[in-house]
């Protein structure tokens, strides 16, 4: 009987284990995350860039496991001079991108989207264009948790970018500021 049970167990130990790897593996393809405090930081990416560009956007989710709302206030990019966080909304149909000045908030036991036609990272003065399938390195500072070094994918130019995110609207922006 206790032979019996000891084989299940390893039967299942190994099962367990074999499923471990398999779901770990399979994460590991597709996303990345890194935590820091109460904060997940899942996934940060972009887009590639044509030769000549001087912005790119910058994308992630920020999850809050704590009780306390956090926020973020600044990143940077190895690639970049500067980063920026931008907002978008649309007004009376027209899409506009303003700068957001007091960062943006983490809901306690929330999360919170950088992604196309929403907030994103505004990775400004580039100084090399960003390639499809590359990295880059880059931080995220919050106002609680402090500093998190962070991965940017590159993903293709098109990537997830609904109409009216697109690349020229941030050339635009960019003469208009
Ligand atoms: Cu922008």
Known sequence: MSNLIRRSFTA????????????????????????LGALEIIHPWSRATPGGAKVAAGYVVIKNGG?????????????????????????????????????????????????????HLMLEDLKQPLKEGGSFKGTLTFEKAGTSDVTFFVESMGAKAPAGEGHEDHMDHMKGM
């Open 12 to 35: 299942f130990a190994a099962l367990f284990l074999a499923s471990f790897i398999l779901i770990f593996a399979a994460h590991g393809a597709f996303a990345h995350e890194f935590k």
């Open 67 to 119: 009780a306390e709302p956090d926020r973020l206030v600044s990143a940077t990019a190895e690639v970049a001079g500067r980063v920026a966080i931008h907002e978008m909304a649309t007004t009376n149909g027209v899409a506009t991108m303003r700068p957001v000045t007091d960062g943006v908030v983490i809901p306690a036991h929330g999360e919170i989207a950088l992604k196309p036609g929403s907030y």
